[in-house]
């Protein structure tokens, strides 16, 4: 192998010390990953505002017109309802509403519901949104954390007969849509061979137990938490494992593992400070995509379950047209994922020196 | 540890022969068929002296010496022959070492700078995080000692080491990185020190400071070394001993004097030829017709006759043996005296 | 014309035999052709049963009902010929549009560099950040989908992010390469570097963007059909599964037919498509046929 390799230009150390405290605090990784998590968080609030207020067939007005219709109030009383429920002075010009709008937000006040009438929009998320960061966390924790282990095992075992079982079963895992693999979990294991009892399993938490820090209630949390967290890790564990498989075989032919053997360091050592950690670098980029997937995703998996959660409401709003809870749930869903990604980025500059000096890539 | 107090163990010079090569042969597993990359390769390696293989690319050095620690990758195999390892009046067979010894000799007894040192370091790990782990790995406990001897060392590769040691790999340059390399490889004290192309990634200036320092070793520490290059002048400057490897054999194998002013194999002469000069002006530059053999299909006889100037109907059937053409200097050719000849009439490096 | 048709069948025949050398992959582009075949010709020859019979409710398979029957009594086997039709078509249009985006806007910012690629970047990020399906939700309580083109439109705007990242990597590699190096130094204009040089070269991650993006739109247009979010009417292997669901079929043992064979038409649609490309692979980029 002739490849010529060029030497990188000179990262003097010195070099780096010369630049301004205020040039390198504003220009690190870590503060250009707050602007993006909260330029995004900005698009998606407007886009929301957006949603809500401008197109032709708006909730907002749809509401008004529904007042109207069925209830014959005259249009200014029923503005003044969707006005008081949506958290918005209609009667100010559309980017004065904008303002309002966002000064609410921060506020945490998001409206009031439709249906429950004077239950805010804020209360019925905090009661909701907490299983799902639940369930989606620990299902994500533990594909990521078994896929990454797998991957290893079978680069290490590569064209073995437990390499290519794996491979063809991460490949019909990651081909099969979720909510499909929910139903069909429900069937074969709950209905056909009657392993497990779907229906107390339903809900959140049993009846009588309460929220502490008892081994009693993490054990029904969990209890009911097991079905989603059981179809979240099953369908997106194959993609882990074969794309840390693949990450593996790479990182298994670049010198520094030749030269870890070379320096007669231990098998386990060289496995996990010098291929596991390295291969397992791009999964974290990926993570990106995984958690808005699975996020997105827990709002089939929690209907089919139903594990009341904050996918479970959104899904209800939407089939019942309750708009404000809709527009918070989905602005609080899409914020969960900008964070989640901020911390992704994070761990991932963390474990890669690299990141740490400056721009990425 | 005997000699962690002292940085670098003054090698005896011309005291017995740490290791030697008996009949080696490397066979890699390929679709197609065997590759034979190396084919019965003898070679004693005295202490305190460096022997450099030179050849083109698929000549089979690098392979030998990635087969002496047995780092050949997995479709790779030592299919005969002996690789012996001395120290202390005890000898082992490194073909024979279990899995645990063979981590154990590594890097301790033999260690390797490689030819891409940009590459060569774990791009996670800080410096001293894989000086320690190399020494953890051989039994060192103490952190503070191993600490000091990697400053130390940094230093006797004349770098910064006060910051060298907490970077990370990305930080250092090219040639810083070949030099961390280089002390890293000495960590241990091995008594043989593989180097594969020190030198070929860099650019020309960084490659003198990496020479000047490998002939710093070899002349005030007496280092054994065994130095793989296909570039003749570096190795004719740093080697006692140069072996020309051709199609996996060694073909020439003699003082670095007489490789470079009386060589007797015509594929030395080659490669001598094809090295352009600074001197002289313009002149014709020589290169060796032909390509590199097939390692899977060789050629009948000797493996250089398809492209030698001297070839004749013997050279096709009969593979020449390695024979002694002068004092320590041997070659393999059926025509070595024609080549001693021709260079009686035309020498080289006529200044 | 008959030598252009019999070129046109022996480069065909030569691109099949180039198929076959992978077998996984070879066996997913049969199924597929299989399943587009008995979509779009089967209505033909077996019409959708739409006539309640409720003496024969729940049936299992026999020779009169291959599949058995469903709720109402109407034969399974006829739904499933006539209920890929719409999901294909969806998952084509959503594809196609994924993979134009993908593929135009990764190759420009790959290779235009600077503050293109920054924007583009920017642009991929906030998209990709949004959950899909839950922006899918919200959008079906607000728009009416009912239209099965506009459907695939909207699943293709929204499905290009992932896509486009992975295009963009890899035109940022191929910048890299000689004969794009060549093109540039001879000035031959970004045009035509994109779409002769570039874009020829990325033709397998092109074919597979778009495999990828129609298991994407598959996955999200069932589960829109099967939550009740679009009002498909007729037949369609989601709306299959939502009745299935709806009704409680899971519950009843003899039911487990008329839930099973949607699910498996829908798995083996994405498996064989996402399997398939592995033989399109083969196809497009010369390179890996040598090694085998």
Request: charged content about 25%; aromatic content about 0%.
């Given at each position: 192998m002739a490849t010529t390799i060029t030497a990188p230009p000179v990262k003097n150390i010195h070099e780096k010390q010369r630049e301004s405290g205020f040039y390198r605090v504003t220009h690190s990784y870590f503060f250009q990953k707050i602007w993006k998590a909260l330029f995004t968080a900005w698009v998606v609030v407007t886009l929301t505002f957006f949603l809500i207020r401008l197109l032709p067939s708006n909730p907002v007005e749809l509401f008004i017109q529904d007042l109207m219709v069925q209830y014959g109030m005259p249009y200014h009383e029923a503005q003044d309802q969707a006005a008081a429920l949506f958290s918005i002075?209609?009667?100010?010009p559309l980017w004065g509403q904008y303002l309002d709008y966002m000064w609410g937000l921060l506020h945490g006040d998001m409206g009031t519901s439709i249906l429950s009438p004077g239950t805010p929009v804020t209360s019925i998320i905090m009661r909701f949104l907490p299983w799902t960061i639940f369930s989606v966390g620990i299902a994500l924790m533990i594909s990521f954390t078994l896929g990454i282990i797998l991957g290893l095992f079978m680069a290490y075992r590569r064209e073995g007969l437990l390499d290519h079982i794996l491979t063809v079963m991460a490949s019909i895992l990651s081909s099969i849509p979720n909510y499909i693999l929910g139903i069909l979990l429900i069937i074969f294991l709950g209905v056909r061979w009657g392993l497990i009892s779907v229906a107390s399993m339903r809900g959140t938490l049993s009846p009588g137990v309460e929220p502490g820090f008892t081994l009693e209630f993490f054990k029904d949390a969990l209890y009911h938490a097991a079905l989603p967290i059981l179809t979240y890790v099953l369908t997106t564990i194959g993609s882990w494992m074969l794309t840390m498989k693949s990450s593996t075989i790479g990182v298994l032919e670049e010198d520094y593992v030749t030269v870890a053997k070379a320096k007669g360091l231990k098998e386990g050592r060289i496995t996990s400070s010098y291929v596991g950690r390295n291969a397992s670098l791009p999964m974290f980029t990926l993570l990106t995509i995984a958690i808005g997937f699975v996020v997105g995703g827990s709002v089939l998996i929690e209907t089919i379950f139903q594990y009341q959660g904050i996918g479970y409401i959104l899904l209800q709003s939407v089939n019942k047209r309750d708009y404000t809870v809709m527009q918070g749930v989905f602005l609080v869903i899409t914020l969960a994922v900008i964070i989640a990604n901020f911390f992704a980025d994070i761990l991932y500059s963390w474990l890669d020196p690299r990141i740490k000096l400056g721009k990425q890539e | 540890m005997s000699n962690e107090s002292q940085l670098i163990w003054k090698h005896e010079a011309g005291s017995g022969t740490p290791l030697s090569l008996r009949n080696v042969h490397i066979i890699y597993g390929a679709r197609k068929g065997d590759v034979q990359a190396v084919r019965g390769v003898d070679l004693d390696l005295r202490a305190g002296e460096s022997i450099a293989l030179i050849g083109e690319s698929g000549s089979g050095k690098t392979t030998l010496g990635l087969g002496i620690v047995r780092l050949l990758v997995k479709s790779a195999d030592i299919s005969q022959g002996e690789i012996i390892y001395r120290r202390n009046g005890t000898e082992v067979n490194v073909l024979d070492l279990d899995k645990k010894e063979l981590r154990e000799f590594r890097w301790k007894e033999c260690s390797m700078v490689f030819q891409s040192a940009l590459n060569a370091f774990n791009p996670v790990l800080r410096v001293w995080d894989q000086m320690r782990d190399t020494a953890q790995s051989h039994g060192w406990k103490d952190k503070k000692a191993i600490r000091q001897r990697s400053l130390d060392l940094l230093g006797f590769v004349q770098l910064d080491a006060e910051r060298v040691i907490d970077a990370y790999p990305h930080e250092l340059s090219g040639g810083m990185r070949q030099r961390v390399l280089i002390a890293l490889s000495l960590l241990l004290d091995p008594q043989v020190l593989i180097l594969d192309e020190p030198t070929t990634a860099l650019d020309i200036l960084t490659q003198r400071t990496i020479i000047d320092l490998l002939r710093k070793l070899k002349e005030e520490q007496h280092f054994t070394m065994i130095f793989i290059s296909h570039d003749l002048a570096i190795a004719a400057e740093l080697a006692d001993r140069i072996a020309t490897m051709y199609a996996g054999r060694i073909v020439e194998l003699g003082s670095a004097d007489d490789i470079f002013y009386r060589p007797r194999h015509p594929y030395t002469l080659g490669l001598i030829r094809a090295v352009p000069k600074v001197v002289g002006g313009f002149q014709e530059l020589f290169s060796i017709p032909g390509s590199p053999p097939d390692l899977i299909d060789l050629p009948s006889g000797c493996k250089f006759h398809p492209r030698c100037p001297y070839a004749t109907d013997k050279c096709k059937t009969e593979e020449p043996d390695l024979v002694t053409v002068g004092r320590e200097h041997e070659a393999a050719c059926w025509h070595w005296r024609e080549v001693e000849e021709e260079l009686q009439t035309n020498p080289l490096h006529s200044v | 014309m008959g030598s252009v048709f019999l070129g046109a069948v022996q480069s065909m025949g030569a691109t099949l035999r180039i198929m076959s050398y992978n077998k996984v992959g070879f066996t997913g582009f049969i199924a597929v052709m299989l399943i587009l075949f008995m979509s779009f010709i089967g209505p033909f020859f077996v019409p959708l049963d739409t006539e309640t019979k409720v003496d024969q409710i729940y049936q299992t398979p026999s020779a009169e009902h291959w599949m058995g029957t469903d709720h109402q009594g109407r034969d399974i086997f006829s739904q499933i010929v006539n209920g890929g039709k719409d999901v294909i078509i969806v998952a084509v249009v959503a594809g196609a549009l994924s993979t134009f985006i993908a593929v135009t806007f990764g190759t420009l910012a790959g290779f235009a560099g600077g503050r293109i690629d920054a924007f583009v970047v920017s642009v991929t990020d906030i998209v990709l950040t949004i959950p899909q399906l839950p922006l899918l939700l919200v959008l079906a309580a607000l728009i009416k989908l009912n239209n099965i083109v506009y459907l695939g439109i909207i699943l293709g705007a929204l499905g290009w992010p992932a896509l486009l990242r992975a295009v963009r990597s890899q035109a940022l590699s191929l910048k890299q390469r000689d004969f794009v190096e060549a093109a540039r130094a001879l000035d031959l204009g970004t045009t035509h570097i994109i779409f002769r040089e570039i874009v020829p070269n990325m033709m397998t991650y092109i074919i597979i963007s778009f495999a990828l993006a129609m298991t994407g739109a598959i996955y999200a247009q069932v589960a829109l059909v099967l939550f009740g979010l679009v009002p498909f009417s007729g037949s369609n292997w989601g709306v299959m599964l939502s009745l299935a669901w709806v009704r409680g079929a899971i519950y009843f043992k003899d039911s487990i037919w008329y839930i099973m064979m949607p699910v498996a038409a829908i798995v083996i649609l994405q498996l064989s498509v996402v399997t398939m490309t592995r033989s399109l692979e083969l196809v497009f980029n010369p390179r890996l046929r040598s090694g085998e």
């Open positions: 002075d209609l009667n100010q | - | -």
